[in-house]
C-alpha cells in the first residue's frame, strides 16, 4: 500500500519560513518524480497548483511565483521530500499536497498524500 504522508504545516507570519516534509512508503521512491502542489481556500481538486518537482535524478522545477522563495529537495535514503519555503506571504496560504509520479512502460502511477494546511497571517 502506498503511503505519501506529510507534514510541517501550521500558521506562520508572512516574511517567515516553513519546512515541510513527504514521507514516503510502499513505492521504490528514488525511481519517482516527487513534486508539491497547493490548493488554495475556495479552490476545487482541478485547480490545484504545482509548486515544485523535483525527478529521481535530482532536477528541479519551479512555479514562477516561488522562485527564489521555495526549495525542494529529497533524501532517497529517507524517502523523503521536502520543500522549504522562505518570504511567506499570505497568497501562500493553501493546503500543500505531495505527489508520486512515475512513467514507465506506457503505465502512469501517480499518487498523493492528505495534504497539510499552510496558513500565512500575521
Keep these: 500500500q502506498v503511503q ?34 497547493r490548493q488554495a481556500p475556495g479552490k476545487q481538486r482541478e485547480q490545484r497548483e504545482l509548486v515544485a518537482t523535483i525527478t529521481s535524478a535530482g532536477s528541479t522545477n519551479y512555479a514562477d511565483s516561488v522562485k527564489g522563495r521555495f526549495f525542494i529537495s529529497r533524501d532517497n ?14 497568497e501562500d ?19 498523493w498524500g492528505q495534504g497539510t494546511q499552510v496558513t500565512v497571517a500575521s
Design 93 to 111: 496560504t493553501a493546503v500543500y499536497y505531495c505527489n508520486a509520479r512515475r512513467y514507465f512502460a506506457g503505465y502512469l502511477s501517480d499518487y
Design 4 to 37: 505519501l504522508v506529510e507534514s510541517g504545516g501550521g500558521l506562520v507570519q508572512p516574511g517567515g519560513s516553513l519546512r515541510l516534509s513527504c514521507a514516503a512508503s510502499g513505492i521504490i521512491f528514488n525511481v519517482y518524480a516527487m513534486g508539491w502542489y
Design 77 to 90: 535514503a529517507k524517502n523523503t521530500v521536502y520543500l522549504q519555503m522562505n518570504s511567506l506571504n499570505p
